[in-house]
Nanobody, 115 residues
Framework: QVQLVESGGGLVQPGGSLRLSCAASGSIFRFKTMGWYRQAPGKQREVVAHVTPGGTTNYADSVKGRFTISRNNAWNTVYLQMNSLKPEDTAVYYC?????????WGQGTQVTVSS
């Protein structure tokens, strides 16, 4: 069964924090680099962070130093800790493989940063 279920989004004030979670099916997750994508209204989907099966991470310049990606290989779960959030971080966040996502996408989780 193919599954990507994102959660943890919400409304937060600038400077606040959120922690996103993504539960994936093993067929998608196991032994693959996983990442978080986001898509803001009127913009293309972009990769914000990814993590290899061994735990090596990489971040987009726009989130470096504020976001931390991690994974639990036993639970097929990937996380995104987001700190010092800015209004420009507002988007729907998705998880998927990186660099080539599978065709299936979850519903995403909305993150809104606003005062």
């Amino acid at each position: 069964q193919v599954q990507l279920v994102e959660s943890g989004g919400g409304l937060v004030q600038p400077g606040g924090s959120l922690r996103l979670s993504c539960a994936a099916s093993g067929s998608i997750f196991r032994f693959k680099t996983m990442g978080w994508y986001r898509q803001a209204p009127g913009k293309q989907r972009e990769v914000v962070a990814h993590v290899t099966p061994g735990g090596t991470t990489n971040y987009a310049d726009s989130v470096k130093g504020r976001f931390t990606i991690s994974r639990n290989n036993a639970w097929n779960t990937v996380y995104l800790q987001m700190n010092s959030l800015k209004p420009e971080d507002t988007a729907v966040y998705y998880c998927n493989r990186v660099p080539i996502p599978v065709d299936y996408w979850g519903q995403g989780t909305q993150v809104t940063v606003s005062s």
